[in-house]
């Protein structure tokens, strides 16, 4: 069935260092992709997605770009802050019947300073 | 200011005393959906619906009920919880069920001792 999974945590960094968290997808259809971050006592919040082939999402200096031919949809960021520090998880959505979106299990990332 | 809000925030309860997790949003989204988050296992659908009176079995319903008679509350209800209900619940709602972002409540942590 369809899936995402994305790499496992926790992934520690120093500030300003070079974040990628990888996440691949499997899916019957052409799904949407989206990245969601959760922070410390709350509940999840969009961060980027991305509707079609190609298409990069990009927000607060995270970018993902929707790779069909390696079905990627990897999340990216340049310079780490210690605010980013939360667990972020990659979902996709192809809309349907039930029209769930399928969450990855979610990588937790913490950056010192 | 746009919201999902669910109450309570934390809960503890005993096996086998009927519970409600109340669930609402102003957006007048159609879409609606509960999920529990695990450790280990990431977000998973428990129930859904795509507007008033129309809701259906996501992932994982064992043990839980909902209903939707107003377009803006979906409570949760656990007539009977036991512990392997223990978990942290996120309601959700959207525009619709198709490749559009999701609005997440805060969250209940509930646990069934």
């Known amino acids: 069935g369809d899936s995402v999974t994305q790499m496992e945590g926790p992934v520690t960094l120093s500030e300003e260092a070079f974040l990628t968290i990888n996440c691949t997808y499997t899916?019957?259809?052409?799904?949407?992709l989206f990245w969601y971050v959760q922070y410390p006592g709350e509940g999840l919040q969009l961060l980027l997605k991305?509707?079609?082939?190609?298409d990069k999402g990009s927000n607060k200096g995270f970018e993902a770009t929707y790779r069909k031919e390696t079905t990627s949809f990897h999340l990216e960021k340049g310079s780490v802050q210690v605010s980013d520090s939360a667990v972020y998880f990659c979902?996709?959505?192809?809309?349907?019947?039930?029209?769930?979106?399928?969450f990855g299990k979610g990588t937790k990332l913490s950056v010192k300073p | 200011e746009a919201q999902v809000t669910q109450n309570p925030r934390y809960l503890i309860t005993v096996t086998g005393k009927k519970l409600t997790v109340t669930c609402s949003q102003n957006?007048?989204?159609?879409?609606m959906s509960w999920y529990r988050q695990d450790p280990g296992l990431g977000l998973r659908q428990i129930y859904y619906?795509?507007?008033?009176?129309?809701?259906d079995k996501g992932d994982v319903p064992e043990g839980y009920k909902v209903s939707r008679k107003e377009k803006r509350n979906f409570p949760l209800i656990l007539e009977s919880p036991s512990p392997n209900q223990t978990s942290l619940y996120f309601c959700?709602?959207?525009?619709?069920?198709?490749?559009?972002?999701?609005?997440f409540g805060q969250g209940t942590r509930l646990t069934v001792v």
């Open positions: 979902a996709q959505n192809y809309g349907g019947s039930q029209g769930n979106l399928i």
């Open positions: 959700a709602s959207s525009l619709s069920n198709m490749n559009t972002e999701a609005f």
């Open positions: 619906s795509m507007n008033v009176e129309v809701t």
């Open positions: 899916a019957t259809g052409y799904p949407s």
């Open positions: 957006m007048n989204h159609e879409y």
């Open positions: 991305a509707t079609k082939a190609d």
